[in-house]
């Protein structure tokens, strides 16, 4: 029986023998590498902090010490070590288990964790309520896989910092976001080097004057405790940044050296006050495949475990959108040379790494840091710029005040390419990208569009790059889209805010957004024999609307139906509901959409199916809509 058939959650962890956890350390990673090649999923961060989940455990009590992890895929070792190894190979699977943290999941996940920067505030939120009803118990923040590029982890520290509270942060420091990490604080971490002299000089420093102040000198000899510690601070502490901000700062320490890590947690628990230790891990660690391509095996397809060759799946009818998008851009660079693209930390997964190769001066990672994504476009913009800013759907609603502050009211032409935009599949609820269209249509002076193939989106873009009037988005999913792109350069401009008929019908009408257009189209097609043969359109355009064609549409139909990938309150549907009302209100409309509510990960197919956003479910929705029409004019 191995060690880890016997682990059944922390208590088992933590009754281990020190000589032990060195070969239950393998046993995970193992672990990790056979059930993810089946799964897929977030591999090379959770290989990267296997020893650190393992010394978490061991030293401290969950779920009565409370650990709350950052960037939720890094919790895949914290999974099997709370119970939950016998359903890792239903990860990311309808029914199993999340990719990520989840409150309703296990008592030991205290704080859901999807997207970057939560974990300090949210842990002291908890060490706060924790002395308000004077109860003990440790809390532990495990910042780490870029959540330091993240300003809300700085906001969090800066609170935190100075209150004087019981609180640790574990800085895992693995020098990668997604991408390798960017900017200022990437570069003070990594040049910080360890150095036991300075603490162990420091406490003895700090043990003495605190013996001598009790003989002599008192409020003096403090004040001067206090000088003393802050200039050896100042002249010898490598994490002096943390200082300043209020945390006693420990390491940095191998983050693969257990016994290391217990030693000082160990050190660390018996203190009071903010601390702050820094480990250093290395993402993909003790897989050789994922160790030399961290950004490659961040997150990994099926893959064969001894190879890391994908495993064959079912052949796909067409590009990823991701990529039809970044070899877009690329090509429009040559035209437009002031185009710049910049993301926040996903190169790959947004596909601007394209744009990257090809003008490595027009290209900006920012780090996680889309608010600030944001409005560096904005200035870029009013240097007269074209910054092309490639986000996915569910990170840009972090940057909601910039969208508005810095960019719309200003009318500044900023472009939004929302990737993983509608249903996301496998990644769940923390990456659902059904919120974009509202939050964009609410926006003064931004325009929003879907592409519903791989031309439109150059259409699009070419529709965007010439007009300067204000902020453009283009939203796309995390798929294939129907069919190759011809290249950029024998696309034209679409035609700003026009629609288009692909299929002209009878009495009703399917108004259909971006992908939604071929599932609208196998609906018209169940639907001819019928004697109910729909018009469909192409509303390529969710704002502004095409008044003109909608005008034409509710004088020629009496029954019409929106289909959007977005959630249907306060989208296009809605949107279309009052113009509709204003116009025609004899005209009857249904609006189809995601209804109000979270989503569980499954495939993206299984969760189109689930709210009808399918050839079948449009089909049906409209036999409804058609009975109960003819009813009511019976």
């Given at each position: 029986?191995?060690l ?5 959650g922390p208590?088992?962890?933590?009754q281990l ?17 056979e059930?993810?090649?089946e799964?897929?999923?977030?591999i090379?961060?959770?290989?990267g ?5 393992i010394?978490?455990l ?9 650990i709350?992890w950052?960037v939720g895929?890094?919790?895949?070792p ?8 016998g359903?890792?190979p239903?990860?990311r ?6 990719g ?5 999941e ?6 859901g964790?999807?997207h970057?920067?939560?974990s300090?505030?949210?842990a002291f ?6 002395d308000?009803?004077g109860e003990?118990f440790?809390?532990v923040?495990v910042?780490g896989?870029?959540?330091?590029t993240c300003?809300?982890?700085y906001?969090g ?5 100075h209150s ?7 800085l ?5 976001s997604?991408?390798p ?5 990437s570069r003070?971490?990594?040049s910080?080097?360890?150095?036991p ?13 605190e013996r001598?102040?009790?003989?002599v000198?008192g409020?003096r ?11 050896i601070k100042n002249?010898w502490?490598?994490g002096?940044?943390?200082?300043e901000?209020g945390?006693r ?9 257990i016994?290391?890590m217990l ?7 018996q ?5 702050i230790?820094?480990v ?13 391509h961290p950004?490659k095996?961040?997150?990994?397809n ?14 796909s ?6 990529k ?10 040559s035209?437009?040379p002031?185009l710049v ?6 190169p790959?997964?947004?596909?601007t790494d394209l ?5 490595p001066?027009?290209?900006f ?8 994504a944001?409005t560096f476009a904005a ?12 986000i ?7 940057a909601?005040?910039s ?9 500044l032409?900023v472009?939004?390419?929302?990737d ?11 990456h ?5 269209i ?5 926006v003064?002076n931004m ?30 999913p995390?798929d294939v889209?129907p069919g190759?792109?011809?290249p950029?350069?024998?696309?034209a401009?679409?035609?700003?805010g ?7 019908g009878?009495e ?8 939604m257009?071929?599932p609208a189209?196998?609906?018209a ?7 109910l043969?729909p018009t469909?359109?192409?509303c390529?355009?969710?704002?502004p609307l095409d008044?003109e064609?909608l ?6 139909h ?7 990938d977005?959630c249907?309150?306060?989208g296009f549907?809605?949107c279309v509901a009052?113009?509709?009302?204003s ?5 009857r409309?249904?609006i189809?959409?995601a209804?109000?509510r ?11 199916a689930?709210v ?6 449009i089909?049906a929705r409209?036999r409804?809509l058609?009975?109960e029409?003819?009813?009511s004019?019976?």
């Amino acid at each position: 029986m191995s060690l880890l058939d016997s682990i059944n959650g922390p208590e088992d962890v933590k009754q281990l023998p020190s000589e032990e956890l060195e070969q239950l350390a393998t046993e995970v990673r193992q672990r990790l590498i056979e059930v993810v090649s089946e799964t897929g999923g977030h591999i090379g961060a959770g290989l990267g902090v296997v020893e650190l989940t393992i010394a978490l455990l061991h030293s401290f009590e969950s779920p009565k010490d409370k650990i709350v992890w950052d960037v939720g895929h890094q919790g895949y070792p914290w999974k099997v070590l709370t119970g939950r190894n016998g359903r890792l190979p239903t990860l990311r699977q309808k029914g199993g288990l999340s990719g990520f943290l989840r409150l309703d999941e296990s008592e030991h996940d205290v704080f859901g964790a999807g997207h970057a920067g939560t974990s300090v505030s949210a842990a002291f939120g908890m060490a706060t309520a924790r002395d308000l009803a004077g109860e003990s118990f440790h809390v532990v923040a495990v910042i780490g896989d870029g959540s330091m590029t993240c300003g809300l982890s700085y906001e969090g520290m800066n609170n935190a910092g100075h209150s004087g509270r019981d609180f640790i942060i574990v800085l895992n420091d693995n020098g990668m976001s997604i991408a390798p990490n960017v900017g200022a604080m990437s570069r003070y971490l990594g040049s910080i080097i360890a150095s036991p002299v300075t603490n162990r000089l420091r406490e003895r420093v700090k043990g003495l004057v605190e013996r001598t102040s009790k003989v002599v000198g008192g409020k003096r000899m403090v004040d001067l405790a206090r000088n003393i510690e802050e200039s050896i601070k100042n002249l010898w502490s490598p994490g002096m940044l943390f200082e300043e901000l209020g945390f006693r700062y420990f390491g940095p320490i191998n983050g693969h050296d257990i016994a290391a890590m217990l030693k000082t947690f160990e050190m660390v628990k018996q203190l009071d006050g903010p601390r702050i230790v820094h480990v250093m891990t290395e993402k993909g660690k003790g897989f050789p495949l994922a160790e030399p391509h961290p950004e490659k095996f961040h997150a990994r397809n099926p893959y064969d475990p001894s190879t890391g060759v994908l495993r064959p799946r079912k052949k796909s009818t067409g590009p990823a959108w991701t990529k039809l998008f970044g070899t877009a851009i690329t090509e429009l660079g040559s035209e437009y040379p002031k185009l710049v693209a910049i993301t926040a930390a996903m190169p790959s997964g947004t596909g601007t790494d394209l744009f990257q190769k090809k003008w490595p001066d027009r290209f900006f990672d920012v780090g996680i840091a889309e608010g600030h994504a944001t409005t560096f476009a904005a200035g870029l913009a009013t240097q007269g710029m074209r910054p092309v800013v490639a986000i996915y759907s569910t990170f840009l609603q972090r940057a909601y005040d910039s969208l508005i502050h810095d960019v719309a009211i200003q009318k500044l032409p900023v472009i939004f390419c929302l990737d993983r935009a509608g249903m996301v599949g496998a990644d769940g609820q923390t990456h659902i990208g059904l919120y974009d269209i509202p939050y964009m249509l609410t926006v003064p002076n931004m325009t929003v569009t879907q592409p519903r193939d791989g031309a439109e989106l150059i259409g699009l873009l070419r529709c965007a790059l010439e007009r300067t009037e204000g902020p453009f988005s283009l939203r796309y999913p995390r798929d294939v889209a129907p069919g190759p792109a011809p290249p950029a350069a024998e696309v034209a401009p679409l035609p700003y805010g026009k629609w288009e008929v692909i299929r002209e019908g009878g009495e009703c009408a399917i108004l259909a957004v971006g992908v939604m257009c071929e599932p609208a189209l196998e609906a018209a097609e169940l639907l001819a024999d019928e004697g109910l043969s729909p018009t469909v359109v192409n509303c390529r355009f969710i704002k502004p609307l095409d008044h003109e064609l909608l005008d034409d549409l509710v004088a020629r139909h009496r029954l019409m139906v929106t289909v959007e990938d977005g959630c249907a309150v306060n989208g296009f549907g809605a949107c279309v509901a009052a113009a509709v009302e204003s116009k025609a209100p004899e005209v009857r409309l249904g609006i189809m959409g995601a209804p109000d509510r979270t989503f569980e990960h499954a495939t993206r197919s299984e969760q189109l199916a689930d709210v009808g956003l399918t050839g079948e479910g449009i089909a049906a929705r409209l036999r409804v809509l058609a009975t109960e029409e003819s009813l009511s004019t019976a």
